[in-house]
């Protein structure tokens, strides 16, 4: 995966945190895993990819960063069905922010949120995934890309 | 002033909740919303609707096939899409298919509540 293309989700992430009340956000430096040992916290929101990418783009949080950014984009109900809800629309919002760059063939799905490790459905076992660490408010979160050619 | 009934269409709980606390009170009130493009055309009929806020990416029926719907039942109805959908070619599709506005997500309350007062203002332009 070029660097171009972790930089277009790099982009996203800072651009979402700009639109909360606490819109500093630091990048940690991308890295490389194995799909059979992949990111994960609390919830994971996944966008399925296809077009001429295939693959999975998700983010991946603990449930306290998931509360704090509730409050900080102004919604006071910080329960369960709401962190599921935001988990998947963080994902979105991402996704759809890198098709200023891929274009419309850069098709997402509706969001998938699960709790925990995505399935090898989600993410084949064989493959690898770029991660991009995300720390806000001091807590830790990912993007994790897995996209290859069709 | 002259008021709106608006509509909001989108999956998210807390996309249609900011929605809610963003728009201005005294220019609009919700009478529905709708978390898909078939919910959405069930409602459109049953309520007296002037403003829509249409998410794109939903399951069941997306946003688009939404718009020609709704259109087709009310070509006079206001659409604001509010997407995270930034390829400049969604945004031109939504247009022709009868959208008045597009509104990337993520967005400030400012930003949702300027669109949509743009949205009606521009009848009068």
């Known amino acids: 995966m070029l660097e171009d293309t ?11 945190f700009a639109h909360t009340n606490e819109p500093e956000v630091k990048i940690g430096t991308p890295y490389l895993v194995d799909n059979n040992a992949p990111e994960s916290a609390d919830y994971t929101g996944i966008i399925g990819v296809s077009g001429p990418n295939k693959g999975c783009v ?28 935001l988990v998947g629309e963080v994902a979105n919002t991402l996704s759809g ?54 | 002033m002259k008021s709106y009934n608006l509509m909001i269409v989108d999956d998210s709980n807390i996309i249609r909740n900011k929605i809610k606390r963003a728009y201005d009170k005294e220019k609009f009130s919700v ?10 055309i069930e409602m459109f009929k049953s309520h007296p609707v002037d403003v829509v806020t249409m998410d794109l990416t939903m399951p069941k029926m997306e946003g688009i096939a939404c718009i020609e719907n709704l259109i087709a039942i009310n070509p ?23 959208a008045t506005g597009f509104l990337l997500k993520p967005f400030t309350e ?14 009068y332009a």
């Open chain 1, 97 to 150: 922010y890198a098709r200023r760059t891929f274009g419309k063939s850069f098709m997402i799905s509706v969001p998938v949120v699960i709790e925990g490790v995505p399935s090898a459905i989600h993410l084949p076992r064989k493959l690898r995934s770029y991660v991009i660490p995300v720390t806000w408010k001091s807590y830790n979160a990912s993007v994790v890309i897995c996209l290859q050619p069709d």
């Open chain 1, 6 to 16: 972790l930089q277009v989700f790099i982009d996203g992430i800072k651009n979402y």
């Open chain 2, 110 to 123: 400012d930003q949702l509540q300027d669109a949509l007062n743009e949205l009606t203002d521009d009848i």
């Open chain 2, 76 to 98: 006079d109805v206001l659409i604001l899409v509010v997407s995270a959908l930034s390829d400049k070619a969604t945004g031109i599709e939504a247009l022709e298919k009868g």
């Open chain 1, 58 to 85: 998700y983010f991946t949080s603990p449930k306290i960063l998931l509360k704090h950014l509730l409050l900080s984009i102004g919604e006071s109900e910080t329960h369960e069905e709401n962190m599921v809800d």
């Open chain 2, 31 to 40: 009478v529905c919303t709708a978390t898909n493009g078939e919910e959405a």
